[in-house]
């Protein structure tokens, strides 16, 4: 009883900071009709700047870290990242009126990791002051880059089979319509049709150019050079005169915008099942929850902290809001946005920040006494 006592004051508590509050405030503006507007290319600047603070901070601490911490927390990410879009493609698949590569690409989506959930988070946990290990930012290309090309490679070779078996059966379908076939000439000319299309160079996904997109996206090329800076120069004077004093600022002006963006997108789940409704509100605390017990797992192991856990818990339940989509888009490009863009920004990513950081933090808490 005085577990949840202590949990549910805490999860209050983080629903009236200020982080959540310009978010909810985005949403109820834009409902209300409001004509704000603030230019994507300021946002662009902010999310750089959020992101490159991420990673100077990371790369800081890492300079001055033991990287052995970092194995089990960061091997722990790459598995989250890919369990998260099979978790997808073996249940929101299966549901009525959902299309498999949608699916996927959703999975995919809600496996990268979103870096405004990840400041807020940080934001929050240091309001709270709450430790964590400065590197933990750094475990955010461990579980994006898996997830982005794990939906990749799914889809595609989903995509390859069922291309495969409908030409096939077209194949066959030709065939028999022009000569009498024997009963055991069936399977023959199916199989071999079908060898020969598996020989075909074509149908290969090639893992290492979607690598390369993943590495170039605008969120994850900010949070690496800061990394790289962080890791290699000598940033300090800077990040403490400019980075860190604006880095709360910045981040509830971010929130304003995604707010008002997820109330906009809403109406785009209208197009697609519903059921990604009821995916987008259940995945990210399942998720967040998976990535919590494997984080109390290196908690117990490796004195892993108990905000680090959070972190690992919150971009798990996060989903990718810059880099993600156009890598998405190009290598799906038969998926439809509108399913797992819709499904990310309307739904997941509210639930992710408004819901998901102050469950997990209220159970660090309360765990951690």
Not at 150 to 169: F, P
Request: charged share 15%; hydrophobic share 50%.
């Amino acid at each position: 009883m005085d577990f949840l006592s202590v949990f549910l004051q805490d999860f209050v508590k983080q629903l009236q900071s200020p982080t959540l509050g310009f978010l909810i405030g985005g949403m109820i503006i834009a409902a209300l009709g409001s004509e704000l507007v603030i230019p994507e290319s300021i946002c662009t600047i902010i999310v750089f700047m959020l992101l490159t603070k991420i990673g100077l901070t990371g790369g800081i601490a890492i300079r001055n870290s033991n990287l052995m911490d970092m194995v089990l927390p960061a091997l722990f990410s790459v598995v989250i990242g890919i369990l998260v879009v099979f978790i997808a493609r073996y249940t929101l698949a299966k549901l009525p009126k959902v299309r498999t590569v949608d699916a996927i690409a959703t999975g995919g989506l809600f496996g990268a990791v979103s870096g405004s959930t990840m400041a807020a988070a940080l934001t929050l946990l240091e309001e709270q002051k709450i430790f964590y290990e400065a590197w933990t930012g750094a475990l955010y290309p461990f579980m994006d880059i898996p997830a982005l090309v794990t939906a990749i490679v799914v889809a595609n070779i989903y995509l390859n089979k069922k291309k495969r078996k409908e030409a096939a059966d077209s194949a066959m379908q030709e065939s028999l319509s022009k000569q009498p076939v024997a009963a055991g000439d069936y399977p023959s000319t199916r199989q071999e049709y079908l060898s020969q299309q598996k020989g075909d160079a074509d149908n290969r996904v090639k893992i290492w150019p979607i690598i390369e997109e993943s590495l170039r996206g605008p969120a994850l090329s900010a949070m690496l050079l800061g990394l790289a800076l962080g890791l290699f120069t000598q940033p300090e004077s800077v990040y403490k005169s400019f980075y860190d004093p604006a880095f709360r600022g910045l981040l509830s002006i971010l929130m304003l915008v995604m707010g008002m963006e997820a109330w906009s997108r809403i109406g785009e789940l209208r197009k697609v099942a519903q059921w990604y409704v009821v995916y987008s509100v259940i995945a990210p605390i399942l998720h967040g929850l998976i990535a919590f017990g494997l984080g109390m797992i290196a908690h117990y192991a490796t004195g892993f902290s108990m905000g680090g856990v959070v972190v690992m818990a919150v971009i798990a339940s996060s989903s990718s809001d810059i880099s993600g989509p156009p890598t998405l888009r190009a290598g799906i490009p038969s998926a439809n946005p509108s399913a797992y863009i819709g499904a990310s920004t309307a739904v997941g990513t509210p639930i992710a920040i408004g819901v998901c950081i102050p469950l997990f933090i209220g159970l660090a808490q309360a765990i951690g006494g």
